[in-house]
């Protein structure tokens, strides 16, 4: 879907939305293509989990109101990758879980110090 300034900024035009680039100009804000590139599976995901926590924070807002909470999650989403890699966040269920067949290093080590 390609969003231009004449595109209506409603809840219903919000749903239609696909692509990061989609958002961030419905939302207008600047970007770095470059940096979408890299990052743009993790800044959606982070939104997700921050439309989330809005919408169960603030189930009463109107869609106006609505809309500049999902923006302003939007950008934290965006600069949360210019601080931190998406190694470092851990987003995704590959990142949380941990196999049950793996002893490291540190765990080693912890136990020589008790022994």
Sequence with gaps: MTITVD???TFAEFTKLID???YLNFFDISYD????NVNRLHILKQFSILIKQVDKAFPDLSESERLEKYKLAFQEAYELFKTSSPLE???FKVFQ???NNVVLLDDLAQ???TL
């Excluded at 293509?33 to 979408?36: K, N």
């Design 7 to 9: 595109t209506p900024r």
């Design 20 to 22: 990061t680039e989609d």
């Design 33 to 36: 293509p470059s940096f979408i």
């Design 89 to 91: 966040t851990k987003l």
């Design 97 to 99: 879980d941990f196999p």
């Design 111 to 113: 136990e020589a110090e």
